[in-house]
């Protein structure tokens, strides 16, 4: 068993996540129908006359996102997807985004921190600075994701993502479409679609089993929430679907700190100064230091 933050071992057996989840809600229909109605209407909405796309669909990989993928290309829709490869994301994660790379008809773009602003970071806090503080954790996902997403959004006036409602209380009002992200530089704020904003776990599995979908092995190890491999582990019966991510940081800022400040919108903030450290060093559900 490792001890490595940066390695990931687990002795949770396999257990296909399309058996353990997929159960279509009574209107799943009715929610693909508005999914891909509005995937359509922001791809035309979003594209210039002489073809550009000004909209792009950020894929961390995870199920919800292997579901929007798959239904852009279902629909030849012009809408370029894009992946931030952190520098510490698991073997399987990699080994999807090859496979999606290889197959998707849209073009699917990879963005990776800069090097130089890696290295100093770790060579100055070490590989496990994420587990000493909070600030420590935010500096590395400004470094590793925050940085690329600003390039990979560049131009975009607007971008696809997988959160819906049910996946936290932060995320219980988000809407289809979201006007209220921050500025970024733009003249206007950057338009947010969630097309998957009213599905369930259920219905998102439902379609994965439906149609055959790729998706990451980790699913099956009980990860329903996949982010790089330092900072996420597999969940118990009964606790959080992000309960996950950061574990080792207490709920602060009424659980603010589960997020990475992808999804930083105007009203929640994103605590950047607040240090947490951890009393007990940061384990994963099978006991192997993340
Ligand atoms: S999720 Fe963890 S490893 Fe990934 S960028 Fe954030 S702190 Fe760094």
Redesign the pocket.
Known sequence: MSTSPLAWTSDVPLTPATTLHARASATFGDKLAETRALLQQAAIEFTTADGQALITQASSLGAEDVVITHLINDLRLNLPIFVLD?G?LHTDTLALLEQTRHTSLAPVAVFQPVQESVVRFVAREGTDA?YRSLAL?KE??A???LEPLARALEGKQAWITGLRREQSGNRADVPLRDSSEPDSGQAHGRIKFNPLAHWTWGDVWHYIATHGVAYNPLHDRFFPSI?????TRAISLGEDFRAGR?WWEAELDGGTAKE?GLHATRTDGDATTTANTPTTPPQTATGARA
Do not use: D, F, V
């Open positions: 952190t510490a994420m954790r590395c996902c470094i590793r994701k982010g790089c491999a330092p900072c950061w990475c």
